[in-house]
């Protein structure tokens, strides 16, 4: 049934639009939430879909316990289509490469180092035209599946449950409009990372910036003088930015500008750029980096206007686990209850949980058994899924 209901989901695209002003922001994203909800109906599960795409869901359980919630996020990213989604089902995976359907693309084990621990296993892979959305729908499906298990645990046999979807996690908004009262979790966990033993309880501390330069075009035969190139001044203030600090080169704890998208030509252009890191003063210092070469620039090209825009996105959520620690120790006792010995591990990535931690509710995030998010090659692990399945039963059981 896991199998079955993961291909149903990633079929449905739900890529999110970080240029569009709704929430969610896009209309594809109500497919699959509309989808949820009706299957939430049947099974005769308490729940509310809002006006702007937040689906809540409650379980009632023994109300001696503390109620506890699980979260995921619908969309998928915006950086490689989810339009028709074709998978790929690799049984019994023999540990060589695999071929993407005719797209060319190949899934390498001397590449992608984790699929040489993999062999035997079910892997489900795009035809390599898209992205799978195993980003986050096999957090929805592992969540789904606790679901019904839970659900047939008497009341008393099990803690109360919170569930909640989100849109629009992928372009930093999924958390914009957590109502802790629809969702009085004492605390809760995303289901939104990769491998099935990891938890993290560290993310980024996000900000986005756009950067516009506006400059003067005219016929290049009469220029001198007069022309004031956008795109040059653009790719000059790219070119001041550290070299090292970008996502391809770094790793673990180290941070990084990255720059998402660009367009342009003699008479504007534009960059948006996101900024990561662990330690909130180093953001700090890329920030006023990016401050400087803005100065620096308009100094250099007094003919154009460069404009500079910094918005917060997510702050490090250990500011919160830290203080409040219980759910970091349940889970590791719930794992050890399954013989699995947790491993910690920064994510490099956002969450929704990181900003539902700063609103009051302290949210770990927990495997999909999925990987190489966000592209055509990414998988998901059939065997790992169900483990992660069986971990969130052990969540809510008394």
């Known amino acids: ?28 994203q109500w497919d699959l939430l509309n989808l949820l909800k009706s299957e939430l109906d049947k099974l005769g599960v308490q729940n509310e879909l809002t006006k702007n795409g937040r689906l809540y869901a409650f379980v009632q359980g023994d109300e001696a316990l503390d109620a506890i919630g699980v979260c995921a996020h619908v969309d998928t990213a915006p950086d490689f289509s989810g339009t028709k989604v074709n998978p790929q089902i690799v049984e019994n995976y023999n540990g060589k490469r695999i071929h993407l359907g005719e797209s060319g693309r190949i899934l390498d084990p001397k590449e992608y180092d984790v699929l040489n621990s993999l062999k035997g296993k079910t892997l489900i892979t795009t035809d390599g035209t898209t992205l799978l959305g195993a980003d986050d729908k096999a957090g929805v499906s592992i969540i789904m599946e606790v679901l019904e298990a839970v659900l047939k645990l008497k009341e008393d046999e099990r803690r109360p449950m919170y569930i909640l979807f989100t849109p629009d996690e992928e372009v930093g908004r999924g958390a914009e409009e957590f109502d802790t009262e629809k969702f009085k979790a004492k605390f809760a966990y995303t289901f939104d990372g990769s491998y099935p033993n990891i938890i993290n309880i560290e993310t980024f501390n996000a900000k986005a910036a756009e950067v516009k330069v506006i400059g003067k075009t005219i016929h290049p035969g009469s220029a001198k003088g007069i022309m004031v190139n956008a ?72 003919n154009a206007k460069i404009e500079l825009k910094i918005k917060d996105q997510y702050r490090n959520m250990i500011e919160i ?51 190489n998010h966000h592209g055509p090659y990414e998988f998901a692990v059939l065997e790992e899924m169900e483990q992660l399945v069986r971990l969130g039963v052990e969540i809510f059981k008394k």
């Open 1 to 28: 049934m896991l199998l079955k209901r993961f291909l149903k989901y990633v079929k449905i695209d739900t890529q999110s639009n970080d240029f569009s002003p709704t929430s969610p922001s896009t209309e594809k």
């Open 321 to 371: 686990i830290d203080k409040q620690p219980e759910c970091k120790n349940f889970i590791e006792g719930v794992f050890k209850k399954l013989d699995i010995e947790p491993q910690y591990e920064p994510v490099r990535g956002g969450t929704d949980g990181a900003t539902f931690s700063f609103k009051g509710c302290p949210t770990p995030n927990l495997g999909t058994g999925s990987y």
């Open 231 to 302: 795109g040059s001044i653009l790719a000059d203030f790219i070119t001041k930015l550290p070299s090292e600090m970008v996502p391809e080169k770094t790793e673990g704890y180290e941070g990084f500008n990255h720059l998402t998208d660009m367009q342009g030509n003699c008479e504007l252009a534009v960059a948006h750029f996101i900024l990561r890191n662990h330690n909130k003063a180093i953001l700090t210092k890329q920030v006023q980096q990016f401050n400087e070469i803005t100065l620096n620039l308009r100094r250099k090209y007094p």
